[in-house]
């Protein structure tokens, strides 16, 4: 493992000897400052238009007129989309760039961080950030979510905005057509599936329908919820969460979990549950709904309820639409995924940057109104104007055909620099369906609280990269068994749980808490 213990010595003496700015007032500075940037993310490797260096972004020229500072691409593993390669490759050469962005950074950046090879944000952005300071104090426990060991956050992350991520849908159509109503509880929920399966709501004489299919083998597991068990804590699948002690265990070590898998068992036997839910993939969707065979799922909001519009002809009254979650054996209505609040995702000060204090104020420019807008929509005038104090994107961006965040992608804007995103960038294409939807899961209070995940100290880490690999490997080798068929968890339960305690069950719990505890308490 690399040190940077010159480096920290060398970052102190750039820190205290730098210009220093009560309010973000921009320019930033005077004369252009040119600062390098390594950015990674699956839309593009590097900093430029799709990727290529030689294309600046036209929010990167606004935000230079702005600013007067110039993001110049340095990005390493431009030829891997693997992100860790690209990570490896750049923290391998020890020659980083001013600033580090792109996906999934909050890992390294955690690690490498505290040894020196970022800047800790902490006192910058108190004393230069007014903006992002301001973030912080609006959403309570973030800061302490992008956290480090040593108590230091050293990345500044990509904020989501809005609640809601992903919900049931069902065939209405195919309810009408049976007589039936929307399913309000999980026996309820039971029963329809089978209607689905018996009664040939496609209509063309064939047992072919196919009850509950996901895109996603892993939303299999959203059915746990339905008897009171979990799947996960976070938008990750197979996350830990916090239980109702407050204390962080996994949801396939739970009693509850081994009677819910009983059912989904059962489920998929009585052919309720896609037969080949775990490798039909990526298309399942697209090709379920087109075929008319696919009667649930649970997925997102946006992309799901387009495919009313997409399927209107080739299938004639299709009508696809979201509802409440069913209330669980237990009485309970829960909807299990939201956005998370916090991506790993963002950008992070290099021990190399000797202009922290001008970085940071960078950085807050994003969170400012302007920037934000900026870094929401684009260029105003160019895909949005100002209508009525609200921004609104032009009629050929919507129009265009292609979804808006991939035209997005290619302004520079919504890529995964540090920034809060505005939901009305989302809400302008969303279809009224799923508008309708959204308002739908407003009525009732269907959300749980997240795991936002914990930061390890070296001893920690150690404790869970020896255990919980082969752990996870094992949990979820053993799920897809049960559910196959193969064994029974309920008669196999006392020797999985043993299992898993051979295999260091008790020793990740205890780090995780461990953990949990000094970073939020
Ligand atoms: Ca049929």
Known sequence: MRTFKLSIAMLATTAMTAPAFAESHLPIVDEPLELTIHM???????????????????????????????????????????????????????????????????????QYGPEGAFVPLNELVEEHAPNIKKFWEEHPGLK???????????????????????????????????????????????DVLVAFRDQDPNGNGR???????????????????????????????????????????????????RDALANVAKWYEEGLIDAEI????????????????????????????????????????????????PKSAGGVRMEEHRRIPIKPDGWAITYKNEHPVETIEYFDFFFSEEGALLANFGVEGKTWDMVDGEPVYKPEVLESGTPVNSQMYLEGAQIYRGYPQDYRY????????????????????????QFLGVAFNKDEQAV??????????????????????????????????????????????????TAYVRQYS
């Open 40 to 110: 990674h993310w699956p839309r593009a490797q590097g900093y430029g238009v799709g990727g290529d260096t030689g294309v600046i972004y036209p929010v990167e020229e606004v935000a230079r007129e702005k600013t007067n500072i110039h993001l110049i691409d340095k990005t390493s593993g431009r030829n891997t989309t693997d992100n860790n390669e690209a990570m490896n490759l750049l923290i391998a050469t020890g020659d980083l760039p001013d600033i580090v962005g792109g996906n999934l950074i909050q890992q390294p950046v955690n």
């Open 426 to 449: 989302e809400w302008q294409w969303t279809d009224p369906a799923a508008r309708e939807g959204i308002e739908l899961y407003d009525s009732e209070d269907l959300l749980v609280d």
């Open 278 to 325: 775990f490798t039909r993939g990526a298309s399942s969707r697209d090709f379920l709904l087109g075929e008319n065979l696919g009667g649930m799922t649970h997925d997102w909001f946006a992309s799901t309820s387009g495919y009313n519009a997409a399927l209107a002809e080739k299938v004639p009254g299709f009508n696809f639409i979201p509802f409440l979650p």
């Open 144 to 190: 302490e979510a992008i956290s480090a060991y040593d108590g230091n956050y050293y990345y500044i992350p990509y904020l989501p905005d809005g609640k809601y991520g992903r919900a049931w849908y069902i065939r209405q159509d195919w309810l009408d057509k049976l007589g039936l109503e929307q399913p309000d509880n999980v026996d309820e929920l039971h």
């Open 464 to 513: 869970y990269d020896k255990y919980w690999p082969s752990l996870k490997t094992y949990m979820l080798e053993r799920q897809q068994a049960w559910i196959l068929g193969s064994g029974d968890i309920k008669a196999d339960w006392d020797a999985y749980v043993a299992t898993l305690e051979k295999m260091g069950y008790s020793k990740i719990i205890e780090v995780m808490n």
């Open 207 to 257: 047992k072919d329908e196919v009850p509950y299919f996901a895109r996603q083998w892993e939303e299999v597991n959203r059915l746990l919820t339905l008897w009171d068990a979990r799947s996960s804590g976070s938008d990750t699948y197979h996350d830990f969460y916090i239980n109702d002690e407050g204390t962080v265990v996994h949801p396939y070590a739970q009693p509850a979990y």
